[in-house]
């Protein structure tokens, strides 16, 4: 077994989007080679509703897939096909865009005001840039949940992961998307095929993504002060970018650990971009700008 080493740790960028929404961003519109098939990562959370409540009005997405997972409050959405929902706490929903479709998302908060869930964008290659849309809408007691020996529970979004399969399918890509939860001081290897572009996004407790016989501390003391608190290498809002191999090392801080793990095969084609609409060309991102202006946009 080879353990992928830590390419990148990212901090989230305070970003506003749609109508005026707070939120994180981890990667997305410029950097892609290394996270192919990914485009962008958003963690849109928050507990005051002026933040979030104007939402994502309407707006096309063509060439791409947009995966939201909801973990407090709700979303409501709509579309130009006619389909209508609420997403709520737990829930995925999976929209393949393909040729184009017109949608908008509006969060709600939970009776406390809370509002938190994440998206991420998932690329097609050229021959499914013009698929037809769909959707799969995944509610949170479709997810599967396993809980290993030492208390280490995983949420199987997408892909396989010890012996169960998360219910989302059919997604050019072929991610694994996994919600894992490591308990405090708890060590663990995950495998992920080495193959994939994976990234992990932590969103609760801390910890490290380091190989266990690494000579290197697992904490980093304070050479200054030595009853200073241990700083780890990643904590709520870090972005671990991971370079190839087959399984990747976490140990989990005091509080434990929670983030997600994600991975793709690299679609590896030319990506022309222009706000939610992703192609391999300049001249089909021109057509499509047309196709908005004409009224044609709508297959």
């Known amino acids: 077994m080879s353990l992928r080493p830590v390419k990148d740790i990212i901090q989230t960028k305070a970003t506003l989007e749609g109508a005026g929404v707070r939120l994180e961003r981890a990667f997305g519109f410029g950097k892609t080679k290394e996270f192919d098939p990914f485009l962008l990562f958003d963690d849109f959370r928050n507990d005051n509703p002026k933040d979030y409540l104007a939402g994502f ?17 709700s979303v409501e959405h709509g579309d130009s096909l006619g389909n209508r929902g609420v997403m709520t706490a737990g829930d995925v929903q999976w929209m393949t865009a393909g040729t184009g479709i017109l949608h908008q998302e ?9 509002m938190h869930g994440f998206q991420l964008w998932a690329n097609l290659p050229s021959s499914l840039k013009m698929t037809a849309p769909r959707y799969q809408d995944i509610p949170s007691s479709a997810i599967p949940e396993v809980t290993d020996d030492d208390g280490t529970r995983v949420r199987i979004i997408c892909g396989e992961f010890w012996g169960k399969n998360g219910p989302v399918e059919g997604v050019a890509a072929d991610p694994h998307y996994l919600d894992i939860s490591v308990p405090p001081n708890k060590r663990k290897r995950l495998k992920v095929e080495t193959t994939r572009n994976a990234f992990a996004y932590v969103f609760a407790g801390a910890g490290t993504f380091r190989d266990a016989s690494d000579p290197h501390a697992v904490l980093t003391e304070s050479a200054v002060n030595p009853d200073a608190a241990p700083v780890y290498d990643v904590k709520n809002h870090s972005l671990v970018l991971f370079d190839r191999g087959d399984e990747i090392s976490v140990e989990a ?5 929670r983030f997600l793990l994600v991975s793709g095969k690299p679609i590896e084609e030319p990506v022309a971009w222009y706000g939610p609409i992703v192609m391999n060309t300049n001249q089909q991102l021109r057509e499509a700008m047309a196709e908005l202006q004409s009224g044609t946009f709508i297959k």
């Open 57 to 73: 009005p309407w707006h096309p997405h063509r060439g791409i897939e947009t995966i939201t997972y909801v973990l407090a409050g």
């Open 106 to 114: 509006m969060p709600k908060g939970d009776p406390q005001g809370r």
């Open 253 to 257: 801080g005091p509080e434990g650990i």
